[in-house]
Each structure stands twice: as structure tokens, then as C-alpha cells.
């Protein structure tokens, strides 16, 4: 029950994070944002951190969170693009099917799937495929939506997965801190190879701020149920943080669904239920 309320509190906080990702998205290039937003959660996280202390971290609990850091510039990095060309009732479920991921990790290690698991796979999937069916010739952004929004999805799955491994052998602050500073490092390397402006996202640096503080929010409580039962279940519960952004989207920048859509949007939401009641 922990797990899921940990992962609830996520889901509220990444909601408005993701909303804020499509606002400023369209407003700079990915890789300054991120290292913005990364930074600024960084910064809010390291007293914490310093706080908890690093007593208990190991060598193994430093590798998991590092590979945790790696899988999250890459969520993060399939999330602003994906954001950034496509609309947000696309973008949201694909990102938010990541709990497939992780179901499929997590029975990798050795746990039960059951029945009503699979059934619940099925139904994101087929909900995705409708949310992502459009009438007519099928343009090149939508399609690059689609796939940076499905690395975003990988991503976060390993994300979760190496860092719920790494807080349950070194501790829940020190894992997520170890992971967000390798992301930075990870795009600020980048920002070196194909390097872009840093002043349209530092013109943003409030809403950045803001957006770290969110993501530091939800993925401490995700990566803190490691230490918990099915931690899997977490990651499972954040996921629904695309009905927040959704609403969001339709309330402020009059984002409209099909029926179709609308349709598949409520089956990947059901999926995602399903697998919560499932705990």
C-alpha cells in the first residue's frame, strides 16, 4: 500500500511537471532545459542528501544509480522532444506506458505476473495504438512524436528499475542525487558535441527551477519504494501523472481529443488501474 501511495504522489507531481515541459519546450532546445531543470533539482536535493549522509552507500549501490542516471537522460531526453512536436494527449499515454517496462523487469528478477497483469498489458498497448491512430497521411512529426515518446517510456522503466536496486543497497537521497548528476553530466557532455544557446532556457530558469523540484519530488518517492513491497507498483501508480497533464493541457492550451482517441486514452488509463489493483 506504501508503494502505491508513493507512486500517487509522483503521478500529481510529474502531472504538472510534464505540463510544464510543453510549455517550455517550445520555447529552447532540449538539451539546455534539461540541464537547467537537472541542475536546479540537483541543487535542491544535495542538503538533503548531505542530511541522510552517505554511511551506507557501496560500490554495487553507486554502479545501479549510475546506469540509473544514464537511463534518465534519456527518458528525460525522449520526453522534451516528444513534448516539444507532438500534442500532449499523444505524447502523455506513450510516455505513461512505461509501467510495461517495468512489469517486464520486475518478472526478469524473479517476481509473480499473473493473469490480470497481462490483461492489463493489453489494454495500454491496444490503448496506445488508438490514442496514436490518426485519419489520414500520418505526418513526420507525429511519427518522431511517437518515437521519442516510446524512448522516454524505455527510459523511465530502467530508470525506476536500477534505482529502486540502488536506494534498497545505499539509501533512497544518495541514489536519486547520484542519478541526477549523472544525467547532467551525461547532457552537459552533450551540450559539448552539438552545442545550442543557453540563454532562451535561462530566460525560463523560475519554471526550470520549479519543473527539478517536481521531478526530484516524484522521483525520490518512486525510487524510495525500492525499499518497500513491490516496489514495481510504484512505478505502476506514477504513470497515471498523464490524466493530470492531460486535463491540464485541455483546461490551458485548449487541447482537444477524437473520439477515438478519447477512447484509446481511457483503455491505457483502465490498463494502468488495472495493474494498481492488482497489488
Known sequence: MTSLLFGLIAALAWGLHDFLVRHVSQKAAAGPLMAVALAAGSAILAPLTLIEGWSGVSVPAIGLALLSGVAFSLASLGLYRAFAIGPVALVAPICGAYPLGSLALALASGSSVTARDWLAVAMVIAGIALVARQ??????PRAAAILWAVLGAAGFALTFH???????????LPATLIARLTALALVLLAL??????MAPALRHWRWLALMGAL?????????ASGSRPNPEYAAVTSAIFGI???LLAWRFLGERLGR???????????GIATLAAGS
Open 135 to 140: 485519419p489520414g497521411p500520418q505526418s513526420g
Open 162 to 172: 536500477f534505482g529502486q536496486a540502488a536506494a534498497r543497497l545505499g539509501g533512497e
Open 192 to 197: 559539448q558535441v552539438r552545442p545550442a544557446p
Open 215 to 223: 521531478d526530484v519530488l516524484a522521483l525520490g518517492f518512486v525510487i
Open 244 to 246: 493530470v497533464t492531460i
Open 260 to 270: 477515438v482517441q478519447g477512447a484509446g486514452l481511457a483503455l491505457v488509463f483502465a
